[in-house]
């Protein structure tokens, strides 16, 4: 089974900080909308029959920007070329600031059975910093009205260490999030993106990011108040109530097979990662005359195969250790005996049932226990 990802590539505005591709003028979504029916006919055709999934992911861009008719194509396609199991998770990406009250209602009867929205901050200083387009009153506004339509598995996401961020903010942040009674919350640590306008600002100094026990501080914070209120950390980034992990993503960390739809979506099949055009006009040319907008591609290497195993199970799940053995015949465990028992020592890591994963202290540093374990892969692949 794989997932299946839709990027959207429009936005009202680009906010401040973000890299992902898209653009503001939305005139050409009719033109998008046929060209991406015709890559899912297209991969389909390759594949050589209807493409079995248990995920859908709509994301952007902005993908509460379709309207209504533009869903409907897109889901004709889907269901004329893409075979999914009927416990199928289906979420869509909605911007409070951006969103067609009337297609909620409309996504639920489509199968969409999961709605996340980008939030970001409870503040309205921070939502003018972060350049976001909705205020906090569209915040609690929409996610009533979808609470009320019948949604049951409601996300957002939030953006801590946001520079001059105080304890106090981001403690208000999280606790506003709790009160809302959704089952899933996202919360991630601002990067600052090359090209991104923040950026620029950050490089010309005009603001300082925060400190690094000062980010800890807010980390730590957020696992307590989101475990105390029901929210079990799965991923790095990632806190849901039981039985409300994202299957997609847990897909991607899990080095699971994706097929990625849409300008800039990256694809994994067959331990070939391919992506597409990060350009509109480009994936526009190319599907017009029924060829894919492949950008380029690469052939995954078992080092990078397992690297990948270890990088991606130590910031989810963890890494089963019988099944790494198994694939790449290495032993990882052994392979790291000393310093993983130093880790356990230091409340970093612990194994259950063969599993090696993280503490919520260890999340925190999950780069360098990366690095650590992966060491040995140079010496043996
Ligand atoms: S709405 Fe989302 S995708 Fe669009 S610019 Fe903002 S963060 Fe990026």
């Not at 730590?220 to 994202?246: H, M, P, R, V």
Request: aromatic share 14%; proline share 2%.
């Amino acid at each position: 089974m794989y997932g299946i990802y839709i990027h959207f590539p429009y936005c009202i505005h680009k906010c401040s900080y973000c890299d992902f591709y898209s653009i503001e003028n939305l005139n050409t979504r009719n033109k998008f909308v046929e060209m991406l029916c015709k890559e899912i006919e297209i991969r389909a055709y390759n594949f050589g029959e209807k493409i079995p999934a248990n995920s859908l992911f709509f994301g952007g861009g902005t993908p509460s920007l379709m309207k209504t008719q533009h869903i409907t194509k897109i889901f004709s396609a889907l269901q004329q070329f893409i075979d999914f199991d009927k416990n199928s998770e289906m979420t869509i990406e909605c911007n409070p600031g951006a969103i067609d009250i009337k297609n909620l209602d409309y996504y639920l009867t489509l199968g969409i059975n999961r709605i996340s929205f980008g939030v970001q901050s409870f503040l309205e200083k921070d939502l003018k910093f972060l350049e976001r387009i909705h205020s906090t009153e569209d915040i609690y506004k929409s996610i009533k009205k979808s609470k009320s339509l019948g949604f049951k598995n409601i996300s957002i996401d939030l953006m801590f260490a946001l520079p001059n961020q105080s304890i106090e903010d981001w403690k208000y942040n999280l606790e506003k999030a709790v009160e809302l009674d959704i089952q899933h919350i996202s919360a991630y640590s601002l990067i600052y993106e090359p090209g991104t306008p923040l950026y620029d600002e950050y490089i010309s100094g005009k603001i300082s990011p925060q400190d690094e026990d000062k980010d800890a501080e807010l980390y730590y914070l957020t696992n307590d108040i989101l475990s105390e209120n029901g929210f079990k950390q799965y991923e790095i980034s990632n806190y849901a109530k039981d039985n409300f992990q994202c299957k997609h993503n847990l897909n991607y960390w899990n080095s699971g097979e994706y097929f990625g739809f849409g300008p800039s979506a990256h694809s994994y099949i067959n331990g070939i990662r391919f992506w597409n055009y990060r350009s509109n006009d480009k994936y526009f040319k190319l599907l017009q005359y029924n060829q894919l907008a492949i950008e380029s591609s690469e052939k995954l290497t078992i080092k990078q195969k397992a690297f990948e195993s270890i990088y991606l199970g130590l910031r989810s799940l963890g890494i089963d250790l019988i099944e790494f053995k198994k694939k790449y015949s290495i032993d990882l465990y052994k392979e790291n005996q000393k310093s993983i028992k130093q880790m356990i020592d230091n409340n970093l890591l612990f194994i259950k049932n063969n599993v090696l994963r993280l503490s919520n202290k260890g999340y925190f540093i999950s780069d360098n226990i990366t690095i650590e374990l992966s060491k040995c892969l140079d010496d043996i692949i």
